[in-house]
């Protein structure tokens, strides 16, 4: 990690060098926050910025300051990077512009990044090109703009590489207490990694937010990912890029690598990494575990006064990896005595509205609900405008949710159906009485998705194999793919290659029927007619060869009894390493879109979780009374292409089987793609 990161984000001092307004606005917003350190702003003819005396050079400063923000020219930056290492300062934001993330309209942008980089030495560098950070438990900011947050305790810390993002993030008004936010810029020397890494050492940050376009360095991201577990803390994580416009944005805005979303959810998923798909999501997600914690399982309880708001939740449920357990006999007799006989008793719970406005009522009805098996109650409650209405009676509501967590001992939340109707006083209320406050269902049941996925048991895996450079790409026969495969244990017909029709008859003579006739050197085989399945005699094979437009060919035996086709891929992704996807093959593979990623290396109760996540999984284990495929033999297959992968990590592009035929006795590889080239492995 480099060095300083302590003395930058805890500063005791702050030098500011620049008269801009951006300059200006760091040496303000840490005034009015109260900021007791001393503050040196540095400028060669001003006498004082924001009424503090201003130093004419870096040089005459009485200390090393512990941050420093460089609000000049990029050129002029670099200068003052040189000068700050040499005495000595903990580190420096560098808010300019125009280094490599300008790489595609100023060629002198890499070669300023680099002099950048020689400049800061050991000192560490956030940037170039962010707006710093703002230090919200200790009252110290490096941030050149407004912003909406309040000084706080305890918190969340959130990393983006967008400072605009960044900003609307310190807007917020759902009662999120934040500790730190930081933004990353270009990460020319100091990644999110390192940056996350530091701010989960703080023991008053609860949970780490990460917003990405890009993740910095693979072994720093997995050793967040390890100081995270080790710490007992969680990390949650936006990562845009799913789209050829969000990719395209990503690489011109931070000069950062995207990767395929693939590779991302499957890089996130095995390091223990919730992953959200909003901002809402990020922020509900967090909120959840600052206050609660991850949760232990997904059996949650839900209840309300509406019956349509009940059948809201559920729906809202339906596709999540989130349960509504039935009553217990328990909890029917306790619901039974606090609510009377006219309410019909289920979870989501409509409680109606005989009991409202009695915070007695309504608590021993909220704790008769809770049992030891929940993870989590959750309270559907929109609260009324205060500008036109009286919130008073809503009062009893929150008490009553309150005493159902003490009595209880479980985590209780209250959300609000439309985000509106959770008033920011509130909000901040209810994570002081340690109640969660939700804003809007789909966000609420997002973020429960996530803490039960931090809940659970992570396996520490073996480092994600990541190759770096690539060339010289090669694409093997199918033929010679299989003989590779082969050779590493994936099972394959038996075959002969044959150059001429009559060849092609006399093979499949030997092998005997039915056989499979393909055309060789033919791309899409299945499109231009090259294969041909089933042929029962020589006749036809010789027939159907002349009708193929080339002039080599495999014959291979017909396998048949096959319960389901698979596709099982391992692709390089150069952000995330090698991608391993299980996926329903053969002619489903598009029409279906049914697959799970994974990264190698993956061991194979990963195999065989993922073969049990696909839609497919039901023909995969006798779909109706049909027979059900071998799955041991399916999971040592996709385990021996990958050992195949590992091997030649120094080479591979992309290596694939499809369909893997699955059999209730075996998996046969039908076809194979191979596709080799030059690498280095990191």
């Not at 307004?21 to 040196?40: D, L, P, R």
């Not at 798909?277 to 509406?306: F, Q, R, W």
């Not at 279906?592 to 065989?608: K, Q, R």
Request: with cysteine.
């Amino acid at each position: 990690m480099a060095t300083g990161l302590d003395r930058l984000f805890r500063p005791k001092s702050i030098a500011v060098v620049g008269g801009g307004t951006w300059c200006e606005n760091v040496i303000a917003k840490c005034k009015e926050f109260g900021f007791s350190g001393a503050i040196y702003p540095i400028h060669p003819s001003k006498d004082t910025i924001q009424g503090v005396p201003c130093f004419r050079a870096v040089s005459d400063l009485p200390e090393a300051p512990d941050a420093c923000f460089i609000g000049i020219n990029r050129v002029a930056t670099i200068a003052v990077v040189r000068e700050l290492c040499a005495m000595g300062a903990g580190g420096a934001v560098c808010f300019a512009s125009g280094y490599l993330e300008a790489m595609g309209e100023d060629a002198d942008g890499a070669d300023l990044q680099a002099q950048l980089l020689d400049a800061a030495g050991d000192m560490t560098i956030i940037g170039p090109n962010c707006y710093g950070f703002v230090n919200y438990l200790d009252g110290a900011l490096l941030w050149p703009d407004q912003h909406g947050g309040v000084q706080v305790k305890t918190g969340v810390a959130i990393i983006t590489q967008s400072s605009n993002i960044a900003i609307n993030i310190t807007m917020q008004r759902r009662g999120l207490p934040i500790a730190y936010v930081v933004t990353a810029g270009n990460q020319a020397q100091t990644g999110l990694s390192d940056i996350g890494a530091a701010l989960l050492a703080d023991p008053r940050v609860t949970a780490l937010g990460l917003h990405v376009e890009g993740i910095d360095d693979l072994r720093s991201f997995e050793t967040l990912a390890a100081t995270a577990w080790k710490l007992g803390k969680s990390i949650v994580v936006l990562k845009v890029g799913k789209s050829d416009q969000a990719q395209a944005a990503t690489i011109s805005h931070t000069a950062s690598l995207a990767g395929s979303e693939a590779g991302a959810m499957a890089l996130f998923r095995r390091l223990g990494i919730a992953q959200v798909t909003s901002l809402p999501e990020l922020l509900e997600s967090l909120k959840l575990l600052h206050v609660a914690g991850p949760l232990a399982s997904n059996n949650i309880a839900s209840m309300s006064c509406s019956g349509g708001e009940a059948s809201l939740m559920a729906d809202s449920a339906v596709g999540r990896d989130i349960t509504f357990p039935d009553l217990t006999l328990s909890q029917c007799d306790n619901l039974r005595a606090a609510l009377g006989p006219m309410v019909k008793l289920a979870n989501p719970l409509d409680y109606h509205t005989y009991i409202w406005g009695d915070p007695n009522a309504l608590a021993k009805a909220f704790t008769a609900m809770m049992d030891t098996h929940l993870a989590l109650g959750v309270l559907i409650c929109d609260f009324p405008r205060a500008d036109r209405c009286d919130l008073s009676e809503w009062d009893g509501v929150i008490e009553g949710v309150e005493a159902a967590a003490k009595a209880s001992g479980l985590p209780m939340a209250i959300t609000a159906s439309l985000p509106e109707n959770m008033p920011e006083d509130v909000a901040t209320d209810l994570v002081a009485r340690g109640i969660v406050p939700f804003y809007g269902l789909d966000e609420t049941l997002a973020a429960i998705e996530a803490a039960v996925f931090c809940g659970g048991t992570h396996e520490i895996c073996s480092p994600v194999l990541k190759p770096k450079t690539a060339g010289n790409v090669i694409t093997l026969t199918e033929a010679d793919a299989k003989t590779s495969l082969n050779a590493y244990g994936v099972q394959t017909p038996q075959s002969f290659v044959a150059s001429t029709t009559d060849e092609a008859g006399r093979a499949a003579d030997k092998i005997g029927f039915p056989v499979v006739l393909k055309g060789q050197g033919i791309a899409h085989k299945s499109e231009a007619g090259a294969v041909v399945l089933n042929l029962a005699n020589a006749v036809d094979v010789v027939n159907a060869a002349k009708a193929m437009p080339t002039d080599c060919f495999l014959v291979e035996e017909m396998v048949t009894n096959t319960v389901a086709e698979l596709l099982v891929g391992v692709v390089l992704d150069p952000a995330h390493g090698y991608v391993l996807t299980i996926a329903a093959g053969g002619v489903l593979t598009e029409l279906l879109a049914d697959s799970m990623s994974l990264l190698v290396p993956s061991n194979a109760a990963d195999v065989e979780q993922a073969l049990g996540q696909l839609r497919i999984a039901k023909l995969l284990n006798g779909f109706r009374g049909q027979p059900a495929a071998n799955i041991s033999a399916i999971v040592d297959a996709i385990m021996a292409l990958q050992r195949y992968v590992m091997e030649h990590a120094g080479r591979i592009e992309e290596a694939e089987i499809n369909p893997l035929l699955c059999t209730p006795q075996t998996a046969i590889a039908a076809d194979a793609l191979i596709r080799l080239g030059e690498y280095d492995v990191g």
